[in-house]
């Protein structure tokens, strides 16, 4: 059990030794449905699935009427951290900060140390999520 200055302090560290990166580029999620799956390309940074459609995390190919548009950045995180409550962590910071959510999609690659993340936010805020997440990587 952790009080909550342990958690905050300890994710703190956490954020500070994960690799930051901040992906070029607007992105968007293409739809297909589910018995149709996407095709994976160097591009997709992300794919899931409900029960009605895939969803694939790709760079905007065109403009078009209701298509969201967002900024990506990612982390890897080393495999002795202990990540456990980031995600909250984080986007509760982000949404006190920038008054919007954030979408979250979540890997692992043993390879490199386990669990990383990929973050989304409205493409107009991206620059102000990064000095957010700036901020708490160096206080």
């Not at 342990?6 to 901040?22: C, F, G, M, N």
């Amino acid at each position: 059990m952790e009080t909550a200055e342990q958690t905050e302090q300890r994710l703190r560290r956490v954020i500070d030794q994960a690799d930051l990166v901040v992906h070029d580029g607007v992105w968007c999620f293409e739809e297909s449905p589910a018995d149709q799956p996407p095709a994976l390309t160097p591009e997709t940074l992300a794919v899931v699935r409900d029960q009605e459609s895939w969803s694939r995390l790709v760079p905007v190919a065109q403009e078009g009427d209701g298509v969201e548009r967002f900024g990506v950045f990612s982390f890897h995180f080393p495999g002795q951290a202990d990540n456990s409550g980031f995600v909250g962590w984080l986007a509760t910071h982000l949404k006190a900060e920038l008054g919007t959510g954030v979408f979250v999609i979540c890997g692992s690659n043993r390879a490199r140390g386990g669990i990383y993340d990929y973050w989304g936010c409205p493409i107009d805020l991206l620059d102000q999520a990064i000095e957010v997440v700036r901020a708490l990587r160096v206080s």
